[in-house]
Structure formats: C-alpha cells, structure tokens
C-alpha cells in the first residue's frame, strides 16, 4: 500500500508539472550585452572615428512564454528588457598629429604620443518577439529561437577621453588628460527595428540559459526627410547572454 500511495503522488506531481510547462509563463531575464555598430555610414554617428571595439553592458527584463502548440515544441517568448548597447573604440598615435582632428591643433608641435579613448552608450527599451523550437515537450530542454525585435531609445551618453605625452623639451608636463561628455542623442532615430536569433536551454522546473544575436534592420538616423536611396547606413549589432527563471502564469 505504502508503494502504491507513493506511485500516486509522483504521479499526481508529474501531471501537475506536466500542466504547468503546457501553458503560460512569466518570469525574469538578466544577463550582458555585447555591442557595437556597423554599415557602410556608421563613421557618420557621432563618437565614431576609425575602427570600432565592442562595448560590454548588461541588460535585464521580463519575459512571457506562451505555447503556440499542444504538445509544447511551438513557443512565442516575447520579452520587455532595459538594455544597454553601443560601441567604443581607442588607439594611440605618435605621428601626424596636425592631420588628426582629435588632436587639439594648438598642442601638436610638441605632442610625442596622443591617446584617444570613446565610449558611446546607446540604452534602450527592446521587445523581441521570438518563436521558439524547443527539443522536448513543455518547452524544456534545447531550444532555438528566431524573431523581429523592436526597441525605443531612451538615453544616449558619450564620454571622451584625450591623453597627452609631450616631448622632453616642450617645458610643459608629461601627461594632460582631458575627459568630457555627451547626452545628445538628436543625431539618432529613437525607434529602432531589427531580428533575433538564438539558442539556450530551459529546465522543466522554469529556470533557463541562453545567448543570442540582434541585428539592427533600420538604420540608426532620423531618415524621415530623406529618401530610401540616399539614406545613409548604420545599424546596431549585439550580441546578448542571458539568464532566467519562469513562473506559470494563468491558463
């Protein structure tokens, strides 16, 4: 008896699980971002000058699950998250100091090496709208993901560093550093329009893991007044990974 009792309480907890990985779910997602920009007019934002690095940021947001399916393979996941992208870029120069307009001209006669250093944070309100193909039932296991992704830009911010090592016989000090910022953000569209691909893993019991890839479809400018052929180009280009636990939620 005391077997049979236990067999009906694993069972009854199964079909609970089970009834709760088939319907809706809502949860929390946090993890980083790795970002930067790209497009044959990218040098035309402002910040930008020469080659690009990525920009390290995080991102943090809700997320919904709702099977578009019976048996749970199918799954739309939309999610609403704060992220934070951008790019940098840095280099050193120790030559042609009159013909690099970072350079103060009025210092470049006794300039020995000048160091560059921009950081363009780009924070905006995205909304992925991801199918899912999960690998088992419920939406647990494996998973590969594609999607349209829309986001508002809220805040813009560029901080700017310049460095300066002068020669030995300019009678002035070694180094001067000089350090300034930017929250202008009128040189670029506030809507932005883009997709999503992605893979992760996701436990029966709600908790997940994933990476994923967002490519900007919209260029980055305010292009109303200007016509599709001679819109110039840039668009954002991130990578995200992303940790997450889900409740279920509803029927």
């Known amino acids: 008896m005391k077997n049979i009792a236990l067999i009906a309480v694993f069972a009854a907890a199964s079909t609970s699980l089970a009834q709760a990985q088939s319907g809706p779910r809502l949860g929390i997602r946090v993890g980083g971002t790795l970002s930067t920009i790209g497009g044959k007019n990218a040098d035309q934002v402002r910040g930008y000058s020469g080659d690009l690095n990525y920009k390290l940021g995080y991102n943090a947001g809700i997320s919904y699950q709702l099977p578009l399916s019976s048996d749970g393979f199918w799954t739309l996941a939309p999610e609403l998250m704060y992220n934070r992208k951008g790019f940098e870029r840095s280099y050193e120069a120790k030559s ?27 924070s905006y309100i995205d909304l992925p709208i991801p199918v899912r193909i999960n690998t088992a039932p419920g939406g647990s296991g494996l998973y590969f993901e594609l999607g349209p992704q829309v986001g508002y830009m809220v805040a813009s911010k560029a901080e700017t560093t310049k460095e300066y090592k002068y020669t030995a016989t300019s009678g002035v000090a070694d180094y001067k550093s000089e350090s300034g910022a930017d929250k202008a953000k009128e040189d670029l569209a506030s809507f932005d329009i883009g997709a999503v691909a992605g893979l ?52």
């Open 96 to 122: 042609n100091f009159t013909t690099n307009a970072d350079v103060d001209q009025s210092r470049s006669a006794s300039l020995e090496k000048f160091k560059y250093e921009n950081k363009r944070v780009l």
């Open 200 to 251: 992760g893993y996701q436990t029966a019991g709600g908790f997940s893991i994933g990476v994923r890839y967002n490519q900007g479809l919209k260029t980055l400018f305010d292009t109303k007044d200007v016509s599709a052929k001679n819109e110039p180009k840039a668009f954002n280009r991130a990578f995200t990974a992303q940790v997450g636990f889900l409740v279920p939620w509803g029927k």
